[in-house]
Every structure is written in structure tokens, then in C-alpha cells.
T-cell receptor, first 112, second 112 residues
């Protein structure tokens, strides 16, 4: 579990603000970097993912930024909405591997 | 299209009792996984099956056994439940580990 470290553990943002969640990893063999979103009472669902051939990927209000040298990747949520309130997990892995390593999760609350 | 179906949704056991958690997917996925989720610890991998006929231990396999019954079904068995196994259990499936994983809605297990 120490291989992947998420921060912050919890985050409170006002509607319309920017939410930023960070993920640091140790394993240099990781080459797949997804973020999962989980609502209360539900299983996690893939939100967005990046591979190391690009440094940034944007899908709507959600952006992943990847810094290979720092062994970190981040999730940015622009114009945060109350409906974004959920727990977010990073889960890096190896393309050649058979499993992902989940971070501890970040609980995001977006106030109206 | 049901996706990943887990049963039961809730279960209360006494210490020492046994039970099997069932998981089935209808997406023709090769890989299936069992995770447990505890507060502040993210999702920890118990066992996984990279393909039909194979199973491997994850991070926290002690006290559990699994069976990949066929390509669709992957069950998790607790032979002698302990209070430390109180958790929310998620089954997941995917074509490969490092592509999109689909999660079930979870089983809330309490061991008294």
C-alpha cells in the first residue's frame, strides 16, 4: 500500500472552484495511470486514465497531469459541482502486469 | 446488460461461520478481482484471476479462498470468519488489468 500515496485525504471546495488531488508512486515500472470515482454505496468507476506517452489528458472538466520525473500524477476538476462530491482513487499499474495498486482515496466535498 | 453482479448485498456472520460471496459478469471479461475496502485504506486486492482457470494471491489473501468457476463467475469464500474481516467487498472484472475495470455494487459484511 505504501507504493502509492494520495493527497489530500479530504478536500472541501466551493462550487465553481478547482479541485486538485495528487498521487505519488514508487514503482518506476508503472505505465498506466487511472483515476476512479466512487459515490456512497456504489463501486468505483473509471473516470479518466493516462499513459506516459503524454503529459496531460483532458476530458470535459477533468484533467490528468503526469510528471514522470517526479513520479506523480494529478487529477484536476475544473468548475467543481456538488455532483462531483465523491471519493477519488488513483490506481497506477503496469501494462504488462495483472493488477492495479489503489491509493487510499480522497474524499471530495463540493459545497453549493 | 447487468455488468458485474454481486450477491449478497449485506451479510452478518458470527465469528467462526463460513460463507461464500458470489460474483458474475456478463461482459466476456478475462480478468476478475476481489477487493476489500476499509475506511482510510483504499481498496486492497484479496485475490485475482487473470484468466479462466488461474487464480493468484493479492495483498491480503489470508483467511480467504477463491474459485474461478468459469469465465463468468468468481467466488470468494471465508472458511472461518473473523471480526477483522468486517469490510465492504467488491468484485471487479476487465479484459486486462490495465484497462478499464468494472466494479460490482459491493457486499457489506459484518462479523460479530
Amino acid at each position: 500500500q505504501q507504493q502509492v500515496k494520495q493527497s489530500p485525504q479530504s478536500l472541501i471546495v466551493q462550487k465553481g472552484g478547482i479541485s486538485i488531488i495528487n498521487c505519488a508512486y514508487e514503482n518506476t515500472a508503472f505505465d498506466y495511470f487511472p483515476w476512479y470515482q466512487q459515490f456512497p454505496g456504489k463501486g468505483p468507476a473509471l473516470l479518466i486514465a493516462i499513459r506516459p506517452d503524454v503529459s496531460e489528458k483532458k476530458e470535459g472538466r477533468f484533467t490528468i497531469s503526469f510528471n514522470k520525473s517526479a513520479k506523480q500524477f494529478s487529477l484536476h476538476i475544473m468548475d467543481s459541482q456538488p455532483g462531483d462530491s465523491a471519493t477519488y482513487f488513483c490506481a497506477p499499474g503496469e501494462t504488462s502486469g495483472s493488477r492495479l495498486t489503489f491509493g487510499e482515496g480522497t474524499q471530495l466535498t463540493v459545497n453549493p | 446488460n447487468a455488468g458485474v453482479t454481486q450477491t449478497p448485498k449485506f451479510q452478518v456472520l458470527k465469528t467462526g461461520q463460513s460463507m461464500t460471496l458470489q460474483c458474475a459478469q456478463d461482459m466476456n471479461h478475462n480478468s476478475m478481482y476481489w477487493y476489500r475496502q476499509d475506511p482510510g485504506m483504499g481498496l486492497r486486492l484479496i485475490y485475482y484471476s487473470a484468466s479462466e482457470g488461474t487464480t493468484d494471491k493479492g495483498e491480503v489473501p489470508n483467511g480467504y479462498n477463491v474459485s474461478r468457476l468459469n469465465k463468468r463467475e468468481f467466488s470468494l469464500r471465508l472458511e472461518s470468519a473473523a471480526p477483522s474481516q468486517t469490510s465492504v467487498y467488491f468484485c471487479a472484472s476487465g479484459f486486462r488489468a490495465n484497462e478499464k475495470l468494472f466494479f460490482g455494487s459491493g457486499t457489506q459484511l459484518s462479523v460479530l
